[in-house]
């Protein structure tokens, strides 16, 4: 294992000595894509040669490890999303939020502990995520101002507790809402399960499209591929704002996230 770490300048080996390489702080930074990749989604890159044909895409007959993608995509969230996230959320005013696809729930306790009065929702369709949230919100001291749901937030229906929601936000699963019909109508639905939110922050990765092939940057193609293998379309950047613009909703900015390329957090109020 330390001699791959070498090869890549990780680490430093000198005899029986192992020292930090120049890359270790920057390895150690980007983990999460590579946590997603061999933990996460390895049964989708395991069955790559049955996957491959077309007409097995799609069928479920591949398992993903949905607590350890939930713990990866924390720790993406915390090194490149939050720093942006943290810059659109600073003018908000919110008093209680619903956090689409809300994996290991990080995000939901960030926005309670910027607001001591505010109240949490978390939705996600994995057990296994939620099980995770929940023991995080106890270490956290929160679990007394945040709550849990299971349901596919693509099909939302609207129920009482989302009545008093001013906040929505989704991150890293925007793309599981296409193709364009569907998210089309995914979002139509948001809007009317939550009748007084003010906002969707609505962040993601879209399909690259303006990279050669030998400078494709750090995660895009495992992370394509990997969907891709799975029959999940991810859509581009353009074809983002053709989704938003039918949907009910109003994008009035847009973030730029830089890594992984092509992110973006869409800032969106209810037309």
Same mark, same amino acid.
Not at 6 to 22: L, M, P, S
Not at 130 to 157: C, M, P, W, Y
């Given at each position: 294992?330390?001699?791959?770490?070498?090869?890549?300048?990780?680490?430093?080996?000198?005899?029986?000595?192992?020292?930090?390489?120049?890359?270790?702080?920057?390895?150690?930074?980007?983990?999460?894509?590579?946590?997603?990749?061999?933990?996460?989604?390895?049964?989708?890159?395991?069955?790559?040669?049955?996957?491959?044909?077309?007409?097995?895409?799609?069928?479920?007959?591949?398992?993903?490890?949905?607590?350890?993608?939930?713990?990866?995509?924390?720790?993406?969230?915390?090194?490149?999303?939050?720093?942006? #996230?943290?810059?659109?959320?600073?003018?908000?005013?919110?008093?209680?939020?619903?956090?689409?696809?809300?994996?290991?729930?990080?995000?939901?306790?960030?926005?309670?502990?910027?607001?001591? =009065?505010?109240?949490?929702?978390?939705?996600?369709?994995?057990?296994?995520?939620?099980?995770?949230?929940?023991?995080?919100?106890?270490?956290?001291?929160?679990?007394?101002?945040?709550?849990?749901?299971?349901?596919?937030?693509?099909?939302?229906?609207?129920?009482?507790?989302?009545?008093?929601?001013?906040?929505?936000?989704?991150?890293?699963?925007?793309? =599981?809402?296409?193709?364009?019909?569907?998210?089309?109508?995914?979002?139509?639905?948001?809007?009317?399960? #939550?009748?007084?939110?003010?906002?969707?922050?609505?962040?993601?990765?879209?399909?690259?499209?303006?990279?050669?092939?030998?400078?494709?940057?750090? #995660?895009?193609?495992?992370?394509?591929?990997?969907?891709?293998?799975?029959?999940?379309?991810?859509?581009?950047?353009?074809?983002?704002?053709?989704?938003?613009?039918?949907?009910?909703?109003?994008?009035?900015?847009?973030?730029?996230?830089?890594?992984?390329?092509?992110?973006?957090?869409?800032?969106?109020?209810?037309?």
């Amino acid at each position: 294992m330390f001699t791959a770490l070498a090869a890549a300048e990780i680490v430093v080996i000198d005899g029986n000595k192992i020292t930090a390489g120049e890359n270790l702080a920057e390895a150690y930074r980007t983990k999460g894509f590579f946590y997603w990749l061999v933990r996460g989604s390895s049964n989708v890159f395991i069955r790559m040669p049955e996957l491959l044909h077309s007409s097995e895409r799609g069928d479920g007959s591949y398992s993903r490890d949905a607590a350890a993608i939930a713990m990866a995509c924390r720790d993406i969230n915390h090194n490149f999303f939050d720093p942006v #996230f943290q810059a659109a959320i600073a003018g908000i005013e919110y008093s209680s939020v619903a956090d689409l696809g809300c994996g290991s729930g990080e995000r939901l306790f960030q926005l309670l502990r910027y607001r001591d =009065d505010a109240k949490g929702l978390g939705i996600d369709v994995a057990h296994a995520a939620l099980t995770v949230a929940e023991a995080a919100a106890i270490d956290a001291g929160l679990s007394e101002r945040v709550a849990f749901l299971n349901d596919d937030v693509s099909k939302l229906e609207p129920r009482l507790e989302f009545d008093c929601v001013d906040l929505i936000t989704c991150f890293l699963m925007g793309h =599981d809402f296409w193709p364009l019909e569907n998210c089309v109508e995914s979002l139509r639905r948001i809007r009317i399960a #939550f009748p007084h939110a003010k906002r969707l922050l609505l962040g993601d990765t879209a399909r690259t499209t303006q990279y050669r092939q030998q400078d494709f940057p750090i #995660f895009t193609l495992g992370f394509e591929v990997g969907h891709d293998l799975m029959g999940t379309y991810i859509p581009t950047l353009c074809e983002w704002d053709v989704a938003i613009e039918r949907s009910g909703w109003t994008c009035i900015k847009t973030h730029l996230v830089h890594t992984p390329a092509d992110s973006v957090i869409f800032e969106l109020e209810p037309r």
